[in-house]
């Protein structure tokens, strides 16, 4: 590159630098909007059921059946209510007072003592199929430990045809937290770096100063690094801003590389970055620029990308379409390098999509841009 043209990059460069800081919304999306989005999301989104009233229904209120009761009590996510009959119960659930029902009949105990096969109805409320289903593994989980600690105080082996000793590898307190940060992270940044190319960009084309570039010496080369460049360096200060926020407030941790993160962190970023570019280039309008880059980036990678949605639960049409979505690669990347550490067998090929849909992006931009005012 010649010398009068890297002067010209840097008069470019110094330009944008000066321009995001006199207009403080560069800086307000870039570090605040990631850092409120997160505190929304992730103190705000859960899939863990926690806390879930359950109506406990028992005929026969004896010793036996007021341990079961007991184990409820001391589970951390259930608040029990003791209610008088089925009747009630049934009124309880339907009116949303109570998630589930746990019914003990008259017969528990003496079926339990003389047989050993006691039935215990649970009604779920499955208005919301997903909390339904995790109720429901919680009250069997309750039942099982109480009848590991019946078998152990009545002195004798617990007599069940098969025992099932489960090991939750990568995410072993379970906590849907350390699956939605990173995940919303992804989403975040597809918005920020959409958001921080498009608005600006398209600000220029209204207040004219594009035009003003378009008659100076500079090559549309040199104007889109120098708006690539900035641009760049600020979403990936807001991605290590997001990162620490997840590692130190949100404790999720990090298994994996710093340097892996932060790697496809700016191939995915670049790809948001010239999404952005082929938005305001085409568009020209700060309106329509910022209506543009939600509907066409975030909603996709809100939506698509697998971090809330499972992909394998998709019709096949809309999987196919994941596959368009640059936050489906990053997600994957972001899941793994947290919970599971450098597991080159996912990072490699999902890194390899990314640079790909960065290129092709940043590609469709450049040829959108035309120096003519026109």
């Known amino acids: 590159m010649r010398r009068s043209s890297l002067m010209r990059l840097r008069g470019l460069l110094r330009k944008e630098w000066l321009q995001i800081l006199r207009d403080p919304s560069s800086i307000s999306i870039a570090f605040v909007l990631p850092t409120l989005l997160l505190f929304l999301f992730g103190y705000g989104v859960t899939l863990d059921a926690r806390n879930e009233p359950v109506g406990l229904v028992v005929d026969n209120p004896d010793s036996t059946a007021q341990s079961v009761v007991a184990a409820f009590y001391q589970s951390p996510y259930f608040v029990p209510v003791q209610l008088a009959s089925i009747q009630e119960a049934e009124d309880a659930i339907a009116d949303h007072r109570v998630s589930a029902i746990l019914w003990l009949r008259n017969d528990f105990s003496r079926r339990l003592l003389a047989r050993g096969d006691a039935p215990i109805e649970l009604i779920v409320n499955g208005t919301d199929a997903n909390t339904a289903r995790i109720v429901e593994g919680y009250v069997q989980s309750v039942w099982s430990d109480w009848l590991v600690k019946l078998a152990r105080i009545n002195g004798r082996p617990l007599a ?49 100063t594009m035009e003003a570039l378009m008659v100076t ?70 309106f329509v620029a910022g209506q543009v880059a939600i509907i066409a980036t975030y909603l996709p990678a ?42 080159w ?26 120096k003519r005012l026109e």
């Open 160 to 208: 069940v045809p098969l025992l099932v000793e489960p090991r939750i590898w990568f995410n072993p307190s379970a906590r849907s937290r350390d699956y939605l940060v990173p995940g919303l992270m992804a989403s975040i940044m597809t918005l920020v770096g959409a958001l921080l190319t498009a608005m600006v960009v398209a600000r220029e084309w209204e207040r004219g």
């Open 345 to 370: 067998a996912v990072i490699l090929p999902n890194g390899a999509a990314l640079l790909a849909m960065a290129m092709l992006f940043l590609t469709l931009a450049r040829l959108a841009s035309r």
């Open 217 to 286: 010496p500079v090559s549309l080369t040199d104007i889109f690094l120098g708006k690539l460049v900035p641009y760049f360096l600020l979403g990936m200060g807001g991605m290590a801003l997001s990162a620490g926020l997840a590692y130190w407030l949100f404790a999720v941790p990090l298994r994996g590389s710093g340097v892996v993160l932060m790697a496809a962190s700016a191939l995915f970023l670049l790809a948001a970055l010239g999404m952005g570019l082929l938005i305001s280039t085409v568009t020209r309008d700060q």
């Open 302 to 343: 809100f939506m698509l990308s697998g971090f809330v949605f499972d992909i394998g639960s998709m019709p096949w049409g809309i999987r196919f379409a994941t596959y368009l979505v640059a936050a489906r690669y990053f997600v994957s990347i972001l899941q793994t390098v947290f919970l599971a550490g450098d597991v």
